[in-house]
């Protein structure tokens, strides 16, 4: 890792190259190992270390958006002469850039001893275990086992500058059986010991060794359990379709009618959580905005939305640090996903469906309609059929058609047990759902 005097340099180079213009600077750093396995077998490992340096530059109320893989003299001489012909060439901003407030603050070490400089043979330990747990129950695994080590830090001409450097691992595994369908898992968290890998990976044996789909079902409303897997990916299209603060100004985002209103039943609270103890904390996002606990849905009511730096200024509103890139000026993002468990255990929450589909994963998703916040997608790595609260057979796949906004209406049950899925860099920390009424639209060739 290159530490926080690498960058405090970077900002005086910047300060000397760019004299006369305002300037906000995000570099980030990332050191990722990963070994990929397939057919039970090791096949790569692989070692990355990219730098990227990305921000904006001011000059004249002129705005330059840039990005640059190389930080040497020579590089910042180019990206000066790039800056300067995209200013040349610009028009003037139709609203005052506002730096952000002086601030520098003691750095931020948020890495792991034993995740520093990990030998490739921990990750062939790891493998190892999976491996076994499939040769054991005659299944073949596939996936991967990385860690990464990273470092941000925001510079600019206000007098702001915050170093953070962080460390995680994840993994993703399917296990496949002799008619190649099978089931899958994930995980992000701080250490390897934290992503669970045993249990995560036995706790899929069952459905991979069940998942040999011979029968259908007829497309309707059903009543489902969704995993964790699924409840991360719905509501990361929820956060995608909904939550951006410059769609909500302009009147494009369902939050127009359904923020501040009771949405989804008491039980239910999701939120932004850098403090949460199973979450890789960023403490300030890409423009130095502080990070803190951030309600989304609160008790079921629908709190508040994100509004990134660059919209804040636009619209007169506060940023609520959730700025993704200065490349993408008006995007903005939940970091630190949780959704809180429920008032259920696992098993009780099953024992609530007589008769039902359990939906493990999901492939992909559209949303059909922003204003309403509708999706669309597949069921993948299993779609079950439970019987008095069991999980008995599989079934082929199917597409669904759902509104978010009816899903919450019809959310009856969440699992005390929550679990920390990949996402992005961080987990998507989700529980087991029990929802009524889900839309099945049409059958799946396989």
């Given at each position: 890792?290159?530490?926080?005097?690498?960058?405090?340099?970077?900002?005086?180079?910047?300060?000397?190259?760019?004299?006369?213009?305002?300037?906000?600077?995000?570099?980030?750093?990332?050191?990722?190992?990963?070994?990929?396995?397939?057919?039970?077998?090791?096949?790569?490992?692989?070692?990355?270390?990219?730098?990227?340096?990305?921000?904006?530059?001011?000059?004249?109320?002129?705005?330059?958006?840039?990005?640059?893989?190389?930080?040497?003299?020579?590089?910042?001489?180019?990206?000066?002469?790039?800056?300067?012909?995209?200013?040349?060439?610009?028009?003037?901003?139709?609203?005052?850039?506002?730096?952000?407030?002086?601030?520098?603050?003691?750095?931020?070490?948020?890495?792991?001893?034993?995740?520093?400089?990990?030998?490739?043979?921990?990750?062939?330990?790891?493998?190892?275990?999976?491996?076994?747990?499939?040769?054991?129950?005659?299944?073949?695994?596939?996936?991967?086992?990385?860690?990464?080590?990273?470092?941000?830090?925001?510079?600019?001409?206000?007098?702001?500058?915050?170093?953070?450097?962080?460390?995680?691992?994840?993994?993703?595994?399917?296990?496949?059986?002799?008619?190649?369908?099978?089931?899958?898992?994930?995980?992000?968290?701080?250490?390897?010991?934290?992503?669970?890998?045993?249990?995560?990976?036995?706790?899929?044996?069952?459905?991979?060794?069940?998942?040999?789909?011979?029968?259908?079902?007829?497309?309707?409303?059903?009543?489902?359990?969704?995993?964790?897997?699924?409840?991360?990916?719905?509501?990361?299209?929820?956060?995608?379709?909904?939550?951006?603060?410059?769609?909500?100004?302009?009147?494009?985002?369902?939050?127009?009618?359904?923020?501040?209103?009771?949405?989804?039943?008491?039980?239910?609270?999701?939120?932004?959580?850098?403090?949460?103890?199973?979450?890789?904390?960023?403490?300030?996002?890409?423009?130095?905005?502080?990070?803190?606990?951030?309600?989304?849905?609160?008790?079921?009511?629908?709190?508040?939305?994100?509004?990134?730096?660059?919209?804040?200024?636009?619209?007169?509103?506060?940023?609520?640090?959730?700025?993704?890139?200065?490349?993408?000026?008006?995007?903005?993002?939940?970091?630190?996903?949780?959704?809180?468990?429920?008032?259920?255990?696992?098993?009780?929450?099953?024992?609530?469906?007589?008769?039902?589909?359990?939906?493990?994963?999901?492939?992909?998703?559209?949303?059909?309609?922003?204003?309403?916040?509708?999706?669309?997608?597949?069921?993948?790595?299993?779609?079950?059929?439970?019987?008095?609260?069991?999980?008995?057979?599989?079934?082929?796949?199917?597409?669904?058609?759902?509104?978010?906004?009816?899903?919450?209406?019809?959310?009856?049950?969440?699992?005390?047990?929550?679990?920390?899925?990949?996402?992005?860099?961080?987990?998507?920390?989700?529980?087991?759902?029990?929802?009524?009424?889900?839309?099945?639209t049409s059958k799946s060739d396989h």
């Amino acid at each position: 890792m290159r530490t926080d005097q690498f960058y405090r340099n970077l900002m005086r180079l910047l300060h000397d190259t760019f004299p006369g213009y305002e300037f906000l600077v995000t570099a980030t750093s990332t050191k990722r190992d990963l070994t990929r396995f397939a057919n039970s077998e090791i096949h790569q490992n692989i070692s990355q270390e990219t730098l990227r340096m990305e921000g904006v530059f001011i000059k004249d109320n002129k705005m330059a958006v840039v990005s640059s893989g190389d930080v040497s003299m020579e590089g910042l001489k180019k990206l000066k002469e790039q800056v300067d012909e995209i200013l040349e060439n610009t028009e003037e901003l139709n609203f005052k850039f506002k730096m952000p407030p002086l601030r520098m603050e003691y750095p931020y070490y948020m890495d792991e001893e034993d995740m520093l400089n990990v030998h490739p043979l921990k990750r062939r330990e790891l493998f190892e275990l999976i491996r076994s747990i499939a040769d054991e129950n005659n299944l073949k695994a596939f996936g991967y086992v990385a860690n990464t080590e990273s470092e941000v830090s925001v510079m600019s001409t206000s007098g702001l500058y915050l170093y953070h450097s962080a460390t995680y691992a994840d993994f993703n595994t399917v296990l496949l059986n002799e008619n190649m369908t099978g089931s899958y898992t994930s995980a992000t968290a701080k250490n390897f010991e934290q992503l669970q890998i045993e249990d995560k990976v036995r706790e899929i044996v069952t459905l991979a060794r069940k998942n040999v789909p011979e029968e259908e079902i007829d497309p309707g409303q059903y009543t489902v359990i969704l995993g964790p897997e699924a409840v991360a990916d719905i509501f990361s299209y929820f956060v995608y379709g909904a939550l951006n603060g410059f769609a909500y100004e302009t009147k494009t985002s369902s939050a127009v009618k359904y923020l501040g209103k009771k949405i989804g039943p008491n039980f239910l609270t999701f939120k932004d959580d850098p403090e949460d103890d199973r979450q890789i904390k960023y403490p300030f996002d890409s423009v130095g905005t502080k990070r803190t606990t951030f309600p989304v849905i609160e008790n079921g009511e629908f709190k508040n939305i994100l509004y990134s730096y660059q919209t804040a200024l636009l619209f007169g509103k506060e940023p609520t640090g959730h700025t993704v890139s200065m490349l993408q000026p008006y995007m903005a993002f939940v970091m630190n996903p949780v959704i809180n468990g429920g008032n259920m255990t696992k098993e009780v929450l099953f024992s609530k469906v007589d008769r039902g589909i359990y939906i493990h994963r999901i492939h992909y998703m559209n949303i059909v309609d922003p204003a309403k916040l509708s999706l669309t997608g597949m069921t993948r790595d299993g779609l079950f059929i439970v019987e008095n609260g069991e999980i008995t057979k599989a079934v082929k796949n199917m597409r669904f058609n759902v509104n978010f906004y009816k899903l919450l209406e019809n959310l009856k049950g969440l699992s005390k047990e929550t679990y920390n899925p990949a996402g992005y860099s961080t987990p998507f920390i989700a529980p087991y759902a029990l929802v009524e009424s889900f839309n099945f639209t049409s059958k799946s060739d396989h």
